[in-house]
């Protein structure tokens, strides 16, 4: 997929993701309009689906809301990429199916409004306006087959299933 | 094979004889912890996944706590969800506005949280009970889903940072200063994924009330627990709160950590965490004279009563800056009624606090106190975000109860001496 990179630092918390003033709702179309308000009130207005935000360390640190993840999924983000994902974000992104990558070269590689290609399956992170090519760091074993499964909810689905 | 608290703690509920970090384990958990700020959703993914019953209904706890009492219909509508789930599900642990208060004093106060435990809860503070041995940990929605329908969830078994701290701390220097500087010193990402244990002769004198504000931070290092060992006076708090078989849970002594941090904090100043990170923290003296709005005490930070003691010790016959408004928040019912008991809420009240009902309100910039654009607010909570806690432009400094009590009479920010 190609999109274009919508560029942030270090440690963008849960609270500029979507604040708790949005938190009384917990759907894609009411967080979407709100995600990253407090960061960047421009954001939702110049994203298109299938965009990414490129991000530095701790990304998604902070509240364990799941919003956050749901709002940036809602505004048509296909994938962030970052240094470094804060913990609960990291789970949360991978059970609610918003793609994340680990990658701190493509992160140093990549301006604000470069175009990116990105190959899921593969982890392949290449920017097509600068030039250079990524492979970010695969899931570990056992989430990746979690992820194959199609997520938690499938998980448990077809684990109650077996269990009956 | 030798192992450090958490590891023990992961290996006796995934019935393994050991674990070491990078293991990928289904763990069996003792609570699963829900609000009504992150109930509805998780009811809305357990429904999808076609699940009528809960695993364990004994295994739940649900607080009302974030925005109670309702702060309009839609929160409203959130508390009812989560009511009406808990009398479906028989869930016996439900706690109701006035006979409730903040999740992480609630359930440590009613004998929900007891060492060698493995909690999650859908609150990033969860973190809290690592107070009394436990590994406990925030989970968002969807991971709440599956922990109600399989009584278990996955984990990555994470390495251990040791955290030794010793020294005799100052007068008015307290546990928040003590957690405030930790953090300063590891950064807001230097535990990511990693548990923090925390030893020395400053957390074996430490109280319950100090040791549940050290563990209530660790996620703001990143952390995915912090662990404080359980021992006598954690066994003492077990029996005061009825729970009669507490077994503390011990490091081995050749366990591998990642790293150990020794830290002595006798020489330890009151610490202020500036805008816009809890890692911010400097000595009180480098931003005395910061002009401030609004004083916060209390959350699940510093809303116990050692906390209390100190602010109504500062606040006692005085009188509240004109410009400032101070509001008191107790950590739970059970706490707002011993500052009725012992006297601290008349000398609050006197001195022209506002006492707030128990909730996060405040804290998550929701309701009950809210900043204006360009306000500045002196809190001692957890965190202090871009717009946390109010307009985007506000700000908030952190600190313990005694530099924000002192600083709320002098209307901006002093050292308590």
Request: aromatic residues 0%.
């Given at each position: 997929m190609e999109g274009t990179a919508f560029k942030y630092g270090n440690n963008v918390d849960t609270d500029v993701i979507i604040p708790a003033r949005y938190c009384t709702s917990f759907l894609a179309e009411e967080l979407a309009p709100h995600a990253l308000e407090d960061l960047d009130d421009t954001f939702v207005k110049r994203v298109n689906q299938g965009d990414f935000i490129v991000a530095g360390r701790n990304f998604g640190c902070g509240s364990s809301r799941e919003n956050a993840p749901i709002a940036i999924k809602g505004a048509g983000a296909a994938c962030v990429i970052a240094e470094s994902f804060a913990r609960i974000f990291y789970r949360n992104s991978i059970n609610i199916g918003l793609p994340i990558l680990e990658c701190p070269e493509a992160v140093h590689g990549t301006e604000e409004g470069d175009k990116l290609h990105i190959n899921l399956e593969t982890g392949e992170i290449e920017n097509l306006t600068r030039g250079g090519k990524w492979i970010a760091a695969p899931f570990p074993e056992g989430i990746q087959e979690i992820i194959e499964l199609g997520g938690l909810v499938s998980y448990v689905k077809k684990r109650l299933g077996a269990e009956k | 094979m030798a192992m450090t608290i958490a590891e023990k703690i992961f290996a006796a509920h995934s019935g393994k004889e050991s674990v070491k970090p990078g293991d990928l384990i289904f763990a069996k958990l003792d609570r699963i912890l829900g609000t009504d700020v992150t109930c509805s959703l998780s009811i809305k993914v357990f429904e999808e996944m076609g699940v009528e019953k809960v695993h364990n209904p004994d295994q739940l706890v649900l607080v009302n706590d974030h925005f109670v009492p309702a702060k309009d219909i839609k929160a409203a509508q959130l508390s009812k969800n989560m009511r009406e789930f808990g009398q479906q599900q028989g869930v016996k642990n439900y706690f109701e506005v006035g006979r409730s208060g903040i999740c992480h004093t609630v359930l440590p106060e009613n004998g929900l949280a007891k060492p060698g435990d493995l909690i999650v809860g859908a609150d990033s503070h969860t973190c809290t009970y690592g107070a009394v041995g436990a590994v406990a940990s925030g989970i968002g929605s969807t991971d709440m889903a599956a922990a109600w329908a399989i009584g278990e969830l996955w984990f990555r078994v994470p390495s251990t940072i040791r955290v030794e701290i010793t020294g005799d701390l100052q007068e008015w220097v307290g546990a928040k200063d003590v957690i405030l500087y930790i953090i300063s010193q590891l950064?807001?990402?230097?535990?990511?994924y990693k548990i923090l244990e925390f030893h020395g002769s400053t957390i074996e004198n430490m109280s319950m009330d100090g040791r549940f504000t050290i563990a209530n931070m660790a996620v703001e290092a990143g952390a995915k627990s912090g662990v404080i060992p359980a021992d006598d006076t954690t066994l003492a708090f077990m029996d005061q709160v009825g729970v009669k078989d507490a077994q503390p849970i011990e490091a081995d002594p050749d366990a591998e950590y990642e790293k150990i941090i020794e830290i002595d904090v006798s020489e330890l100043k009151p610490q202020v965490a500036k805008p816009y990170l809890p890692s911010n923290a400097v000595d009180v003296d480098e931003v005395a004279g910061t002009r401030i709005d609004q004083v916060a005490i209390g959350s699940c930070t510093n809303g116990r009563i050692e906390d209390f003691e100190m602010a109504y010790r500062i606040l006692k016959g005085k009188k509240i800056h004109p410009l400032v408004r101070v509001v008191i928040m107790p950590s739970s019912d059970k706490i707002y009624a011993e500052l009725i008991d012992n006297g601290f809420a008349r000398e609050f009240v006197a001195a022209g606090a506002t006492i707030a009902p128990s909730t996060c309100g405040l804290c998550i910039g929701g309701h009950m106190g809210v900043l204006a654009e360009d306000e500045v607010g002196l809190y001692t909570t957890n965190r202090n975000f871009v717009g946390r806690n109010g307009h985007p432009s506000s700000q908030v400094f952190l600190s313990g109860p005694a530099v924000a009590a002192a600083s709320a009479i002098a209307g901006e920010i002093v050292s308590p001496k």
């Open positions: - | 950064g807001v990402e230097g535990a990511i």
